[in-house]
């Protein structure tokens, strides 16, 4: 009976060994670097958002704020274009672009331009972001030292927080936020 169950299972079992050999398809296989991989992408998804945001936020609409303790618009996009620079350049080890002291009472154009070159500096700061030093120590706020993956998650979080806050500003103001609105076909 032994015999029977052994020779079954090696008829049975051999197409899959032979599957296993040939390797998995393109698509299932296992990305290189699928946390820096991740990254990239939810960064690209986030920014097209925000900058979406910033740009669809009337001019006149920068110094409003929801409550008189939030900050303002205008200040969430210097806030998020800073926090972009600084936390790119963590993860990457590159220098942060000089700082062009910007104000929340600057105009909407140089705002979302600022927003635009922080996006467009993190999208080259992660080109070449792999996951073999993940683990890494790098500079982090108030002075302290965070794995890089730390960083880069955090960063994907500022991402989605700060355009939590924009799609807020916006719907107080009447606007529909880009990602509430409906696909073009």
Known sequence: ?????????????SPLASLAQMGAPPAAQAETNPVSSAVRRIIERQAKNMVAAAEAMPAEKYSFKSTPDQMTFGHLI???AGTNNFLCSSV??????????????????????ALKASIEYCTQALAKADDSNLGEQVPFFGGRKVSRVTAMIV?????????????????LNGVVPPSAQPKKD
Request: avoid cysteine.
């Open 1 to 13: 009976m032994k015999r029977i169950l052994t020779a079954a299972a090696v008829i049975l079992l």
């Open 155 to 171: 960063l994907t979080d500022a991402f989605a927080d700060h355009y939590g806050m924009a799609a807020i500003y916006l719907r």
């Open 78 to 80: 210097v806030h998020t």
């Open 92 to 113: 990457s080890g590159n220098p942060a672009p000089a700082d062009d002291k910007l104000s929340e009472t600057d105009s909407k154009d140089k705002l979302v331009a």
